[in-house]
């Protein structure tokens, strides 16, 4: 039975670990896994810009000795030419997996339903469970462990805070969404993320205060305040988040050694500083690298053996 990567509820603790301990072993040992893939072709989708995810998906896919093929809305019309339905059963044909980035979460998972090779979810307006994998690798490394630590997800909750939260809570890891009234999580998200929390240990929260939020973080995390497609609200936004601006006095209220992320791209000066996101306790950068190896575990756990 074949397996995507859509969203992180889909994947089990056991799972989760077990894709961060092959990130860690990939890249430790990148040569070790050199033509891990040779011989596989994997159809990369893109809708929307990307820098980050189009380039780690590239290269990994290069390093693994698989065939990358780069697929845009104008080539495809992904919906619109012909149907997803008739898409995906076009490129089972051809190729042995499947990444796509796109604007509907449904657009994803229809494709997925139509194809019997494994789909791997870039992004969509629902999760970014990509996203999510690198950041919690990069977690692990700076803090060695979850349990017991706390995680807060401030500004919009959005595609980025539902996979970080349902990580969290698959791991364990206390996890807190800050953000405006009007503005917070999926209500399922947060209620399937803090049954599984609890029978991890830890807790999920949303709170709207930003200074009662961040005391004694472990991690603070930010995502822009206007996300592509919202660029029609982005002065309205700019007034309801301006209160939530990751600055040096709100760090100061975390934890002395609180590292602080960001998925990137950074609007710097709206939800972070430059002091801030250039400081030591930065580790954007770090992230940024970790998708590369993250993605690179997710394709071989994937397609090693289709």
């Known amino acids: 039975m074949k397996k995507d990567f859509l969203t992180i509820a889909d994947w089990s603790s056991d799972e989760l670990f077990a894709l961060i301990d092959l990130s860690k072993e990939i890249k430790k040992h990148p040569e070790n896994f050199r033509r891990s893939l040779e011989g596989k072709s994997i159809a990369t ?22 065939h990358a093929i780069y697929l845009t809305q104008g080539d495809i019309s992904l919906g619109k030419r012909e149907s997803i339905y008739d898409t995906g059963k076009n490129l089972e044909r051809w190729v042995d997996g499947v990444v796509v980035r796109t604007y509907a979460h449904k657009t994803c998972t229809d494709l997925a339903e139509a194809m019997k090779i494994p789909v791997i979810n870039a992004l969509t307006d629902f999760e970014h469970p990509c996203q999510a994998l690198g950041d919690f690798l990069t977690v692990h490394e700076k803090k060695w462990s979850f349990s017991g630590k706390k995680f807060v997800f401030i500004g919009d909750g959005n595609n980025v805070c539902h996979s970080l939260m349902i990580f969290a809570a698959k791991v364990g890891m206390n996890f807190v969404a800050n953000t405006p009234k009007g503005y917070e999580p999926d209500k399922n998200v947060v209620k399937l993320s803090a049954a599984t929390a609890k029978k991890m240990g830890s807790t999920i929260e949303v709170i709207n205060d930003p200074k009662e939020a961040v005391k004694n973080a472990d991690v603070i995390y930010t995502d822009v305040w206007t996300s592509m497609g919202q660029e029609a609200e982005k002065e309205k936004r700019l007034e309801i988040f301006k209160s939530y601006q990751v600055n040096k006095k709100l760090m100061a209220l975390a ?6 992320m960001h998925c990137l791209p950074a609007h710097r000066g709206e939800e972070v500083t430059d002091e801030v996101i250039d400081s030591k306790n930065s580790v954007v950068f770090d992230e940024a690298e970790n998708r590369l190896h993250t993605q690179k575990a997710v394709m071989l756990t994937l397609l090693k053996g289709a």
Do not use: M, N, P
């Not at 893109?46 to 000795?65: A, N, W």
């Not at 934890?255 to 602080?260: N, P």
């Open 45 to 66: 989708i893109f809708e929307k810009q990307s820098l980050r995810t189009h380039v780690t998906f590239d290269v990994g896919i290069y390093q693994l000795g698989a």
């Open 255 to 260: 934890k002395s050694d609180a590292i602080f």
